[in-house]
């Protein structure tokens, strides 16, 4: 969201592929998590993010919207036609989304994505 919002005030619109997918996971979220994590004594390999999954372009939205900005300002673009424009040095996987399976068992959930932004956006506005 602070790029979104700083691209958006600068340049007024944006282009954000809207063909990858993955786990939005706001930090003050994933902090809490892994304390929670330590408290319960979990160890090994844990996969924490926040609920739901999310185009890179429902993410910008999301985002523009919360920071009281004009979503319809992110345009969405293929990762081909954006890579046309902006190369960049690594490929990303289409769907890297993630499930908290094991942190869920211990009864450690995350927060919906969309509503760590309706937290978090607002504050960018101020910044």
Same mark, same amino acid.
Request: no cysteine.
């Given at each position: 969201?602070?790029?979104?919002v700083?691209?958006?005030?600068?340049?007024?619109?944006?282009?954000?592929? +809207?063909?990858?997918?993955g786990?939005?996971?706001?930090?003050?979220?994933?902090?809490?998590?892994l304390?929670?994590?330590?408290?319960?004594? !979990?160890?090994?390999?844990?996969?924490?993010?926040?609920? !739901?999954?999310?185009?890179?372009?429902?993410?910008?939205?999301?985002?523009?919207? @919360?920071?009281g900005?004009?979503?319809?300002?992110?345009?969405?673009?293929?990762?081909?036609?954006?890579?046309?424009?902006y190369?960049?040095?690594?490929?990303?996987?289409? +769907?890297?989304?993630? @499930?908290?399976?094991?942190?869920? @068992?211990? !009864?450690?959930?995350?927060?919906?994505?969309? +509503?760590?932004?309706?937290?978090?956006?607002?504050r960018?506005? +101020?910044?």
């Amino acid at each position: 969201p602070r790029t979104v919002v700083s691209v958006l005030r600068t340049r007024g619109t944006m282009s954000v592929v +809207d063909d990858e997918f993955g786990s939005p996971t706001f930090a003050g979220d994933l902090a809490e998590a892994l304390v929670a994590l330590l408290a319960r004594g !979990g160890s090994g390999v844990f996969h924490l993010a926040n609920e !739901g999954r999310a185009s890179r372009h429902d993410l910008a939205r999301a985002g523009a919207s @919360a920071a009281g900005l004009d979503p319809n300002a992110v345009r969405p673009v293929s990762t081909p036609e954006f890579l046309a424009t902006y190369p960049l040095p690594a490929r990303r996987p289409p +769907d890297s989304t993630l @499930a908290n399976h094991r942190a869920a @068992a211990l !009864g450690i959930r995350l927060r919906p994505w969309r +509503d760590a932004i309706a937290a978090y956006a607002p504050r960018l506005v +101020d910044e």
